[in-house]
């Protein structure tokens, strides 16, 4: 099913380049049970923020382990918005039909409204942090790092833009969320201006059979995960086994309007995308 998103264009500068994003959260759904790990082990928060303009669910990774139960109880209990951080997400998985920032719809009570906004992972709930949770999910069967990127880079993607919106036209929706694979990094990271994340060009290789997958493509690994500090530790230039997941690279967004004039086809290029780590493993 084709998905159509408009961004403001403010927005898409603000955090074009960040790992993370806090908001007000006021919860619309008031379920806080776990998934168990075979099935990601996530626990969704459907609501809405203000900082997002959009239906939004907020994951939080090996929820079981995660001591916010009470926190989130209260929050929907006295119907005020919590404080809550995590990776910003833009992504067409759950989504179908026209999304507008701004107009966020009926949301209804359900923890998987129609929806293309998260915040996935959570790194904080009120004043617990829950950064630690941002690790491997025991009990998962992970997407397989070719078919996974064979789908992203599949994804027609048409961008029509005015002087403060941006509208990404999508062919259609897209999963594949949690992937297994392997980077060969570029060079060492880029520590952003927000100082949330290292921003990190990449190769891509499979997981199992170690074949090059994607030539170049950005990774975003969220400063106090343990996958960043590993990272930091390497020094770049050396391979690394992670896992991740996909949203849509508002950089790339971002550069393809501002160099359509030059570029003859460029807001027709594919999806843009990049991958936030979300832990990694050992051989």
């Known amino acids: 099913m084709p998905v159509s998103i408009t961004l403001n264009n403010s927005f898409i500068e603000k955090y074009k380049n960040r790992a993370t994003m806090d908001i007000d959260f006021t919860l619309t759904s008031n379920k806080f049970v776990p998934h168990p790990g075979k099935d990601d082990g996530d626990m969704h928060l459907a609501g ?24 989130l109880k209260a929050a929907w209990e006295s119907g005020d918005p919590i404080s809550l951080s995590g990776a910003w997400r833009i992504w ?45 999910i025991e009990g998962f069967q992970y997407k ?5 990127f064979q789908q992203y880079e599949k994804v027609g993607c048409t961008l029509k833009f005015t002087e403060k919106k941006t509208t990404l036209n999508l062919s259609r929706t897209i999963g594949y969320n949690y992937v297994k694979y392997v980077i060969e990094p570029h060079e060492k990271g880029i520590e952003n201006k927000a100082k949330d994340a290292l921003l990190v060009r990449c190769s891509v290789f499979d997981a199992d059979t170690g074949e090059l997958v994607v030539k170049d493509r950005r990774m975003v690994f969220i400063k106090g995960t343990t996958s960043y500090d590993l990272f930091k530790q390497k020094d770049g230039g050396v391979r690394m086994n992670v896992y991740g997941l996909p949203r849509v690279d508002l950089a790339l967004v971002s550069w393809r309007v501002n160099n359509s004039t030059k570029k003859q086809g460029v807001t027709d290029w594919p999806l843009p995308y990049e991958m936030v780590i979300v832990g990694n493993w050992e051989s």
Do not use: C, L, W
């Open 92 to 136: 067409p998985e759950h989504g179908t039909g026209s999304f507008v920032q701004g107009q966020e719809g009926d949301i209804g009570a359900s923890t998987n409204p129609n929806h293309i906004s998260e915040i996935h992972p959570v790194t904080q709930v009120g004043t617990i942090s829950v950064m630690d949770s941002v690790r491997e």
């Open 144 to 148: 397989n790092a070719t078919k996974a």
């Open 48 to 71: 809405t923020a203000p900082q997002v303009g959009f239906a939004t669910v907020s994951e939080i990774m090996n929820a079981k382990d995660a001591d916010v139960y009470d926190t």
